[in-house]
C-alpha cells in the first residue's frame, strides 16, 4: 500500500472512529424527522470498507438507510432514487 494511501487510510480511520464511539454519536447525525433518508459511503480501501460497514451496523435502527459503495457513480445514482 503506497504512503499516500496508508495517510488517508489512517486519517479515514480517525474521523470515523470518533463516530463509532458510541451509537449515541451516530444517532445525533440524524433528525427524528428525517424517515426514508439514505446515506451513501464511499470508499477506496478494505479498511475504509470496513470501518463504513462497522458504521452502517451501529447505525441499522437509524431512521436513514446507509449504503457503502466503492464508486460515486453508484452511490449517486443510488441517492437519486
Not at 438507510?65 to 453508484?74: A, G, H, M, P
Request: glycine letters at 4%.
Amino acid at each position: 500500500m503506497s504512503s499516500k494511501k496508508r495517510r488517508r487510510d489512517n486519517r479515514y480511520i480517525r474521523e470515523l472512529c470518533q463516530v463509532l464511539r458510541n451509537q449515541d454519536s451516530v444517532e445525533k447525525l440524524y433528525s427524528e424527522g428525517s424517515k426514508g433518508k439514505k446515506t451513501a459511503i464511499v470508499t477506496e480501501t478494505g479498511v475504509q470498507h470496513s470501518l463504513a460497514t462497522l458504521y452502517s451496523d451501529i447505525g441499522k435502527d437509524l431512521p436513514r438507510e446507509i449504503r457503502i459503495f466503492s464508486n460515486l457513480k453508484s452511490a449517486k445514482d443510488w441517492i437519486k432514487q
